[in-house]
């Protein structure tokens, strides 16, 4: 799938700053950026730079301190709390780089944890989710805990839990920063080939200049100030 | 998905949920087994004052005799029984008398139908005590004669009735003191009273058929004494009662309250005291009323004594005392400061264990969990794991109960120089008048002190059994809804920067 016309977002002079300490830290200073859907965007820059505090505001987990986002017309910066969650259960999936799966829930329950915001039945929950572990080649490893999954086998239960929801955007925070170089390929081929084939936005926060290159579009945050590379 | 996540956290995360189960089970076993061994003393303490005024009493009506000069004397000069009969130097008597118990006032027994007519009561009834007391013997017709010496008479009381036998020669007389507590009971039959407390040992016990007739029921102890059986007779002021029953105490101590029992009106004709009785016995439909009916029985009894079972068992004393203090004071604390130290440890580990699951909640709120279905999952997990604790903080404390029971261990108790009710006397009898005997040993109300020894069973109780598993799920909530409110406060952004 190829981008479109149509914009997902719509950020306007976006700035966050925290009070770090008694000092204002600015993490992201006046930021205007467009997302069209179907976007596969790259964001790189260096440590502390904003990129990760950027992917929050996308995703609706922190609020700005001044200038507005929009995700499909919606602004984020209005919503409440409930509503924000609403909007991250029905059209965000997110992945970490550290996986942030439950450990005491296996693959199938992990990914499950993704539809109970939506109020879907048990039974249609789990053929979801097990469709969902079969998409990313993990159908067998269902009953596991993520204690007994390699890294790989995590991150693409990870992935199936991004993706059982079917949401407008995919938001990676380092999706490969804790994987060896033949899995981050294995990751990065099954991101690309969900992202053709499901028409879905992925934006994705790295450092790996390996995993940049798959992207189509480019963007730099250093200082809280992005640019396009 | 709840019960799923739940049952996961718990058995995934053994060791927090063994050890916070296990501090509210040992707290909550603490609580079980400090109430069981106070339902366990203050049965124990009900049983030794049932012993002595009924079990089902809750207040006691009695008045204090206004001391008059001269006391009970036996008349040697007059004729009839008490006539001498003529020797060189001796003359014998023999002469019963039958008196109100030492100590104790009447009333007029018409006024039961007052106290029956008060609101909250379940049973009242009214007895008249009286002590007889026989004069066998001789003395000299040419000397004073002699009162037996009044210390003698305190320094060994019997405690189940008997005589005295005093010296003779040395030109003293040589007679013998015989003395009986009996108690006139209304036949008509009530759940309250000196009856109450009893086992019937062989015979029966009064029939409202028995009223104004001349039948007795005999303590078992001074019948053992006295060699006296079901069919055989008492003699009373000279008149012979049929022995209809053997009655015994049904709690740890040795006597029932008196040592012979007559139909009251029988026990008024015979005393001549018509219409007149020394005690009311009283129970409440609800220990809540108790207060109240005291003061309702002060206003128609304006003078008397009127007391309830805690009054009665400030009076006593030993190692059942002991144990009923130790359990008020150091029990009840110790529970308290093992319940908080039990509530601080299920918090801090729940606190701790949600610092340890930031990043779980994070995740959860990034993917869509509302702050609402967190705090119900987290304060989920805790109530389990409190009703975990609650069970087997029962469980503990069952066995505990159970285990203390198996050895029974035994508590004396005394009632010190008290009547049953509640009056406490200067100490036995004796306090001899001029001329008069003044009572011979016996278990008289108000005579020397009793000693009960009871086995201590612990009690469970239902309602105690609800309160420590409602404290339980306290900790559980109070636990949870620490750490709710600090899952709750994170956003989910600082959640997962935490992490990061």
Redesign the interface.
Known sequence: MSQTTEVLYEIKGLTKSYNQKGKNVVALADVDLTIHVGDLISIQGPTGGGKSTLLQMLGGLDKPTSGSISLSGDNLENMSENELAKTRSHKVGFIFQTFNLIPTLTALENVETALVPLGISSTDRRTRSLAALESVGLADRASHLPSELSGGQQQRVAIARALVKNPQVLLADEPTGNLDEETRDQIMEILEELWRNKGLTLIMVTHDSNVAKRAKRNLNIANGRLSAR | ?FL??LS??L???KRQTILVSIALAVAIALVVVVNAASVGINSAQSKVLSGLYGIGTDITVSQTAIPTQGGQRFDFQGGGQGQPRQRPDFSTFSQDRLDVARFSGTFQSKTLSDVKKLAGISGASATLKLNSISFNGSIPTSSTVTTPNSSTDNSAPSASGGAIAMPSGGGRGNFEITSKSIEGIDVTGSNVGPLSGVDVASGRTFATTDSNTNVALVDATYAKANSIAVGGNVTIKSVKFQVIGIVAANSGSAETSSNIYIPLDTAQNLAGKTGLVTNFYVSSKSASNIASLKKELAKIYPGATVSSQSDLAASLSGSLNSASSLVKTLGKWLSIIVLLVAFAFAGLFTSSGITRRI??F??????????S?ITKQIMGETLATSAIGALLGLIFGIIGVFVVNLFAPTLNSTVAAVNPFGNRNPGGFGGGRPGGFPGGPGRFPGSASAESIVKLHLGLSTSALLIAIGIALLGGLFAGTMGALRASKL???SA??S??
């Open positions: 998905m799923k996540y996961r956290e058995v995934q995360r990043r779980e994070g995740t959860l709120k990034a993917i869509g969990w509302r702050n279905r956003t989910p952004a997962l920067r992490v990061a």
